[in-house]
């Protein structure tokens, strides 16, 4: 099977070496562990086989089945096209892992006599055919995964005796009927994922225990949705594509359920024309397939399918950018002409058909592509001129993450030459504002020409320049330094990630420039400037912060970082917060900035073990020294910010004793005697009165 990380010999089983590959690359596993406690510790079975990511080719061969004592077999991952039907003869087996290959054929009805079978996942693979009635013998299963089933439709397979189950998912299966009523009862239920089929009928009226997340898009069920679908406290459901009546329950969107439309996330992104006239335009789609590959590996293996929808009726079913192109890294466009619109409004609607591979290669890359949107009216717009919102609405494409990164790929010469060809590339990725697609001449008059009294701040990317557009709107432009550390790479993750994010505690991006070598980034414009420079500037920047102030200010990067770590559609860890990197609004409001350096941190993993970046004193020990990376590193910067916020020092200058290199050294490690009124007196701000302080603590408790 072409595993060339082994090296296998007649005592391999009986020590491990040359199956156990302890120094594979990220993301791959080799480990075969046996047990020689047989006959009085004389003989050796194979118990457990995880294989993934490894490449392996070909089909299992037919001895696999004589592996009579394997509990656990796992090759997630991998090239493997087929599996022999003597399988079902490990009566073991506890694990069956082969999601991510290419197998082909039919669902093997053998599986149903592995009785101890607990977890049996086959998800992304090429099957055909229908679920066996076998399955329903395996009733320890507690989680479920088959999708993408080819062939005809079937009814629901009958599973009632799995009282056990945690995760179903039949994703994809050419499934019909209604959902069966028996799953109310299965009280241990945590996830449950039964889109794209042909469901019919209505979701049950009641549910008998809590599900974490559930998902039934893309079917056809009917009625009203039940209350119990937002009353339950999900982290996340999507109903949607299906044809239910009435309106969604008020509680729908805090509870983060989608009943009709798509939302920004990997399965669903929408696009809005705005200030549209009325009439027939032509639209135009660019596509490119970048996050595959072609060199024939398990990276190779990932299906994008998605479909397309314009002002609600579908346009591309099934889409595949890589086949439609001919291969990855190349360009394709779709044009549809006679675009109606009747309001003033064009809506582009982008979603996973529940297709494809969802973790290939890595998982979050299988959602909707897209480079950019063309619109062209198909109609004299006439020489009476029209208002900044409509020119954008119909002239200017509407700009996407993607076509971001294909632009910023080819700039840093990814796509082949590193000569940047057009004089200017610049785009805007709000509709609120007046800026034109000539955006580079209208920052260079709204900064009078980057002039050094408009300059603001200077951080890792470069100056900071205040702004003021035609139409009286404030900006704030980030200008790249050829001097800065900060490259094409953290320009295109800021872009990237704030882009896609939307909060109250987060810094909003209204556009982006490419001219030469030149990168520029627009942002809101924010009066008071860095928390660091109101704690730690000079005395005529600072600012007189209470203690009620400064709560607020905390809370606000608390909220801030919560959404960023559990609330959004993209988990993701900042990895730079520090006073300098949070801005304050007119009215003191924390927002948290910088996010060059920001990361994503994939929804299953423990932790991310990656190159550290970040602040020196502001990093938490485990990311420092091992680059163990998990939203916590943010949670302790948060402490050390907090400890400013409180202190009015800054953690980096304040040295009282030359033993102590940080602020947070002092406070953990000092040697002098106090009591806890003592200690508070020399840790607080002496800009304010402790019995001030004392107050404010006991009526926040209160």
Same mark, same amino acid.
């Given at each position: 099977?072409?595993?060339?990380?082994?090296? =296998?010999?007649?005592?391999?089983?009986?020590?491990?070496?040359?199956?156990?590959?302890?120094?594979?690359?990220?993301?791959?596993?080799?480990?075969?562990?046996?047990?020689?406690?047989?006959?009085?510790?004389? &003989?050796?079975?194979?118990?457990?086989?995880?294989?993934?990511?490894?490449?392996?080719?070909?089909?299992?061969?037919?001895?696999?089945?004589?592996?009579?004592?394997?509990?656990?077999?796992?090759?997630?991952?991998?090239?493997?096209?087929?599996?022999?039907?003597?399988?079902?003869?490990?009566?073991?087996?506890?694990?069956?892992?082969?999601?991510?290959?290419?197998?082909?054929?039919?669902?093997?009805?053998?599986?149903?006599?592995?009785?101890?079978?607990?977890?049996?996942?086959?998800?992304?693979?090429?099957?055909?055919?229908?679920?066996?009635?076998?399955?329903?013998?395996?009733?320890?299963?507690?989680?479920?995964?088959?999708?993408?089933?080819?062939?005809?439709?079937?009814?629901?397979?009958?599973?009632?005796?799995?009282?056990?189950?945690?995760?179903?998912?039949?994703?994809?299966?050419?499934?019909?009927?209604?959902?069966?009523?028996?799953?109310?009862?299965?009280?241990?239920?945590?996830?449950?994922?039964?889109? &794209?089929?042909?469901?019919?009928? !209505?979701?049950?009226?009641?549910?008998?225990?809590?599900?974490?997340?559930?998902?039934?898009?893309?079917?056809?069920?009917?009625?009203?949705?039940?209350?119990?679908?937002?009353?339950?406290?999900?982290?996340?459901?999507?109903?949607?594509?299906?044809?239910?009546?009435?309106?969604?329950?008020?509680?729908?969107?805090?509870?983060? &359920?989608?009943?009709?439309?798509?939302?920004?996330?990997?399965?669903?992104?929408?696009?809005?024309?705005?200030?549209?006239?009325?009439?027939?335009?032509?639209?135009?789609?660019?596509?490119?397939?970048?996050?595959?590959?072609?060199?024939?590996?398990?990276?190779?293996?990932?299906?994008?399918?998605?479909?397309?929808?314009?002002?609600?009726?579908?346009?591309?079913?099934?889409?595949? @950018?890589?086949?439609?192109?001919?291969? =990855?890294?190349?360009?394709?466009?779709?044009?549809?002409?006679?675009?109606?619109?009747?309001?003033?409004?064009?809506?582009?609607?982008?979603?996973?058909?529940?297709?494809?591979?969802?973790?290939?290669?890595?998982?979050?890359?299988?959602?909707?592509?897209?480079?950019?949107?063309?619109?062209?009216?198909?109609?004299?717009?006439?020489?009476?001129?029209?208002?900044?919102?409509?020119?954008?609405?119909?002239?200017?494409?509407?700009?996407?993450?993607?076509?971001?990164?294909?632009?910023?790929?080819?700039?840093?010469?990814?796509?082949?030459?590193?000569?940047?060809?057009?004089?200017?590339?610049?785009?805007?990725?709000?509709?609120?504002?007046?800026?034109?697609?000539?955006?580079?001449?209208?920052?260079?008059?709204?900064?009078?020409?980057?002039?050094?009294?408009?300059?603001?701040?200077?951080?890792?990317?470069?100056?900071?320049?205040?702004?003021?557009?035609?139409?009286?709107?404030?900006? #704030?432009?980030?200008?790249?330094?050829?001097?800065?550390?900060?490259?094409?790479?953290?320009?295109?993750?800021?872009?990237?990630? @704030?882009?896609?994010?939307?909060?109250?505690?987060?810094?909003?991006?209204?556009?982006?420039?490419?001219?030469?070598? !030149?990168?520029?980034?627009?942002?809101?414009?924010?009066?008071?400037?860095?928390?660091?420079?109101?704690?730690?500037?000079?005395?005529?920047?600072?600012?007189?912060?209470?203690?009620?102030?400064?709560?607020? @200010?905390?809370?606000?990067?608390?909220?801030?970082?919560?959404?960023?770590?559990?609330?959004?559609?993209?988990?993701?860890?900042?990895?730079?917060?520090?006073?300098?990197?949070?801005?304050?609004?007119?009215?003191?409001?924390?927002?948290?900035?910088?996010?060059?350096?920001?990361?994503?941190?994939?929804?299953?993993?423990?932790?991310?073990?990656?190159?550290?970046?970040?602040?020196?004193?502001?990093?938490?020990?485990?990311?420092?020294?091992?680059?163990?990376?998990?939203?916590?590193?943010?949670?302790?910067?948060?402490?050390?910010?907090?400890?400013?916020?409180?202190?009015?020092?800054?953690?980096?200058?304040?040295?009282?004793?030359?033993?102590? &290199?940080?602020?947070?050294?002092?406070?953990?490690?000092?040697?002098?005697?106090?009591?806890?009124?003592? #200690?508070?007196?020399?840790?607080?701000?002496?800009?304010?009165?402790?019995?001030?302080?004392?107050?404010?603590?006991?009526?926040?408790?209160?």
């Amino acid at each position: 099977m072409r595993n060339k990380y082994w090296n =296998v010999t007649e005592t391999s089983c009986n020590d491990g070496i040359g199956l156990n590959v302890t120094t594979l690359p990220s993301g791959m596993t080799s480990i075969v562990s046996c047990d020689c406690s047989f006959i009085n510790s004389t &003989v050796c079975h194979v118990t457990k086989i995880q294989l993934k990511g490894l490449d392996l080719i070909g089909i299992f061969p037919d001895e696999f089945g004589n592996l009579t004592y394997l509990r656990v077999m796992s090759a997630l991952g991998n090239q493997i096209s087929g599996i022999p039907k003597e399988i079902g003869n490990i009566s073991t087996l506890e694990e069956f892992i082969l999601e991510d290959n290419l197998l082909e054929g039919t669902l093997e009805p053998n599986i149903g006599n592995l009785s101890r079978l607990s977890k049996f996942e086959l998800s992304s693979n090429n099957f055909t055919g229908t679920i066996p009635e076998s399955f329903g013998n395996l009733k320890n299963l507690r989680t479920l995964r088959i999708s993408d089933l080819k062939g005809s439709s079937s009814n629901f397979p009958n599973l009632q005796g799995m009282t056990m189950m945690q995760t179903l998912i039949l994703r994809n299966c050419l499934l019909t009927g209604s959902i069966p009523s028996y799953i109310r009862n299965w009280t241990s239920m945590r996830t449950l994922d039964l889109s &794209v089929n042909r469901l019919t009928g !209505q979701v049950p009226d009641t549910m008998g225990h809590a599900l974490d997340y559930m998902f039934l898009a893309n079917n056809s069920l009917t009625g009203a949705v039940p209350g119990w679908v937002t009353s339950q406290g999900m982290n996340c459901s999507d109903l949607s594509y299906n044809n239910f009546n009435g309106s969604s329950p008020i509680s729908c969107q805090e509870s983060q &359920v989608n009943l009709v439309s798509s939302y920004a996330s990997n399965g669903n992104n929408s696009y809005y024309g705005l200030c549209m006239m009325k009439g027939n335009y032509k639209v135009r789609l660019h596509f490119a397939e970048i996050q595959y590959s072609n060199d024939k590996t398990f990276r190779s293996l990932g299906r994008r399918i998605f479909d397309v929808s314009i002002q609600g009726n579908q346009v591309l079913k099934d889409f595949n @950018i890589a086949e439609e192109a001919g291969g =990855v890294g190349k360009g394709i466009y779709r044009d549809f002409d006679n675009i109606y619109v009747n309001g003033s409004t064009l809506e582009i609607h982008l979603y996973w058909s529940g297709k494809g591979t969802t973790d290939v290669p890595d998982r979050g890359v299988y959602g909707p592509l897209i480079s950019a949107i063309a619109v062209t009216p198909n109609f004299d717009v006439g020489s009476s001129g029209l208002s900044a919102g409509e020119i954008i609405g119909i002239r200017v494409a509407l700009v996407v993450l993607l076509v971001l990164i294909l632009l910023v790929l080819w700039l840093t010469g990814f796509f082949g030459g590193k000569e940047v060809k057009d004089p200017e590339i610049c785009h805007s990725l709000i509709h609120r504002t007046n800026m034109m697609p000539n955006l580079r001449p209208q920052i260079k008059v709204a900064t009078d020409n980057f002039d050094s009294v408009n300059k603001i701040g200077e951080g890792g990317f470069g100056p900071v320049y205040k702004g003021i557009l035609l139409d009286g709107i404030i900006i #704030a432009v980030k200008q790249h330094s050829p001097k800065s550390k900060q490259g094409n790479r953290e320009f295109l993750n800021e872009i990237g990630m @704030i882009s896609a994010l939307q909060h109250p505690n987060l810094i909003k991006l209204y556009g982006c420039c490419i001219e030469g070598n !030149q990168l520029l980034l627009v942002y809101e414009y924010l009066e008071n400037n860095s928390l660091a420079r109101a704690l730690f500037g000079l005395d005529e920047q600072q600012i007189e912060l209470d203690w009620a102030t400064r709560k607020k @200010i905390v809370l606000g990067i608390a909220r801030g970082l919560a959404y960023l770590h559990e609330e959004s559609g993209l988990k993701i860890v900042h990895r730079d917060i520090k006073a300098t990197n949070v801005l304050l609004d007119k009215e003191l409001n924390a927002k948290i900035s910088d996010f060059g350096l920001a990361k994503l941190n994939e929804e299953e993993d423990t932790h991310i073990s990656t190159r550290v970046a970040g602040t020196i004193g502001y990093m938490a020990p485990e990311y420092a020294m091992r680059g163990y990376l998990t939203d916590k590193a943010d949670v302790y910067s948060f402490g050390v910010v907090a400890l400013e916020i409180v202190s009015g020092k800054s953690n980096t200058n304040y040295r009282p004793k030359d033993e102590f &290199v940080y602020l947070l050294d002092w406070v953990k490690y000092s040697d002098f005697k106090f009591d806890e009124n003592h #200690a508070a007196k020399l840790l607080l701000d002496l800009k304010l009165s402790f019995s001030t302080f004392c107050g404010f603590v006991w009526r926040t408790s209160e």
